[in-house]
């Protein structure tokens, strides 16, 4: 017969091991404390996460960096981060080419927002995401778009046009969604899961497909 497990309890050696990888993502961030252009408080590492251009990213308290994830700090205005944010694992935060042959513009989070795992904040355009902002897994942005319009040249040739992404305070955004550049999501907006987001969202949407189709208002009754 199976013992029934108890979710309410956690056994002495599920504790010491929290306590333990906790401790060890306090001491790496202690350890690279130095180095960022400012931070205000603890800072959480998890183990093989890359943070480089430290001194261009300014970081508020109880700052979360979960374990695998690449942050690029290279950028023309920098990476900000405020309060009680949370960096999900092996999520890719990338403004600049590797080489930093392509500069690009770089992100802010405001308190209390975080990216779930597998995310990709691509911010060669200037993104901003506000306060008390959910980003699920495997969410995208891309705050970039290629050229195309000259057919006797190649693509890669035309250049990059970057127009930005804007999400506001207090919007959910699901797993799997992809922001595309020059979109911004209004305050309060849910944006359901799988949806491509390519125009703008007004305040308080429910977004709930592929095709961008706002469902309702959360202001109506």
């Known amino acids: 017969m199976l013992k029934r497990i108890d979710k309410n309890n956690i056994s002495t050696l599920d504790l010491i091991s929290i306590l333990s990888s906790t401790l060890l993502k306090i001491i790496r961030g202690f350890l690279a404390k130095a180095f960022f252009a400012k931070s205000d408080g603890l800072i959480f590492i998890g183990k093989r996460t890359k943070i480089s251009n430290k001194n261009k990213i300014i970081i508020g308290k109880n700052m979360k960096f979960e374990m695998h994830c690449e942050v690029q700090g290279l950028s023309k205005r920098g990476l900000v981060f405020g309060d009680n944010v949370t960096i999900g694992n092996s999520t890719m935060i990338r403004p600049s080419s590797y080489y930093g042959v392509e500069v690009g513009e770089g992100l802010k989070m405001g308190n209390n927002s975080s990216i779930g795992p597998m995310g990709y904040i691509g911010c060669a355009g200037y993104i901003s995401i506000g306060s008390n902002v ?60 799988g949806t491509i987001v390519t125009k703008d969202i007004p305040p308080y949407s429910i977004v709930v497909d592929k095709r961008e189709k706002i469902v309702k208002s959360r202001m109506e009754n």
């Open 134 to 193: 959910m980003i699920g897994p495997r969410v995208s942005f891309f705050a970039e778009n290629h050229n195309f319009n000259d057919t006797s040249s190649t693509i890669k040739s035309q250049g990059v046009i970057r127009k930005g992404i804007i999400v506001e305070d207090d919007c959910w955004i699901g797993s799997g969604v992809i922001v595309l550049d020059g979109v911004t999501i209004g305050r309060g907006s849910i944006i359901g899961a």
